[in-house]
């Protein structure tokens, strides 16, 4: 009969050894990570960042569908601006959005241009799991994660070079265009993740929804990508793999337990379903546009 051994327990010091080791690699980690945050000089000012990310706005909103509904954008717009009055200062100016795409997926670019589609709205049970969403995009905006992302893919050169042409934004444009685009501007690291969800947690308690809810809306999330399976996932993009999405929820779980949560904390609003109730009428985006909203999140060129 063959027995499965467990190698740590037949050898203890093993154990220690790659404990050990995983243990140097962690501290590596951190102390690369604070190497980067403190060595990597932004050479994109905060009105250079507005700038370009106002040009790829405009990109953007030329092929997507946006839900163009006075209650919509009433709605997006007292919870976004909520939410920045409650996360850390930021120069950038926010502009909110609701984009009509079956995706369930929301995105920020640099410069403060915020996305949140109908899908991922029609999802949510209440007000407060899409706050959770927009909270945690806000948060790479202030933290600068999207134009700090930019420029370690361009290289110090190439952003230089970016910022420093005669020919202005639209020299600019190109070079991030050749250095991946709207790609290069969100690959973040999963230090990048979880200060986002970090600060995006802490908004929304401060501004006085419940925290809980971004632990529901993440496995609701993560139920999907589950059903889903790898290919042709709706989900993939708003969950990236690192850090993974259980190990977001604990994280945030954790983060809550140590708020009081006997303070009046509101889950929704009548407005939010009623946004939800209009956004159910429309009728379903172009396939143009719904090939447009994928290529946002994976375009190369
Ligand atoms: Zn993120």
Not at 30 to 44: C, G, P, Y
Not at 57 to 85: C, F, K, R, S
Not at 105 to 114: D, E, L, R, S, V
Request: glycine residues 6%.
């Amino acid at each position: 009969m063959v027995t499965a051994v467990n190698a740590f327990s037949l050898v203890p010091f093993a154990r220690f050894v790659v404990l050990g080791v995983l243990a140097l690699g962690l501290m590596a980690c951190q102390t690369l990570r604070e190497l980067e945050l403190q060595s990597t000089r932004l050479v994109f000012s905060p009105q250079q960042e507005a700038e370009l990310g106002m040009a790829f706005a405009e990109q953007i909103e030329e092929d997507l569908e946006l839900v163009d509904d006075p209650v919509v954008q009433a709605w997006i717009d007292d919870v976004g601006y909520t939410l920045v009055e409650h996360s850390p200062p930021t120069a950038q100016e926010f502009t909110f959005r609701v984009v009509n795409s079956d995706q369930v997926n929301a995105f920020a670019i640099p410069g403060g241009f915020c996305y949140v589609n109908s899908g991922l709205i029609k999802l949510a049970e209440n007000e407060a799991e899409v706050v959770a969403v927009i909270g945690h995009e806000i948060n790479h905006v202030t933290t600068r994660h999207g134009i700090r992302s930019l420029q370690r893919a361009m290289g110090l050169d190439l952003a230089a070079q970016a910022v420093g042409g005669d020919a202005g934004t639209r020299q600019a444009v190109e070079l991030v265009q050749a250095a991946g685009g709207m790609v290069a501007m969100r690959s973040f690291g999963r230090e990048d993740e979880r200060e986002a969800d970090r600060l995006g947690v802490e908004a929304m308690y401060r501004a006085g929804w419940d925290p809980r809810a971004a632990a529901t809306f993440f496995e609701k999330l993560r139920a999907g990508e589950q059903a889903a399976g790898a290919s042709d996932n709706p989900f993939t993009q708003i969950l990236s793999t690192h850090p993974t999405t259980a190990e977001r929820i604990r994280n945030i779980r954790e983060q809550v337990d140590g708020y009081d949560l006997t303070v009046p904390l509101r889950k929704d609003s009548e407005e939010f379903q009623e946004v939800k109730a209009r956004l159910a009428e429309l009728a379903p985006p172009s396939p143009e546009a719904e090939e447009a909203m994928e290529e946002v999140m994976t375009e190369e060129d």
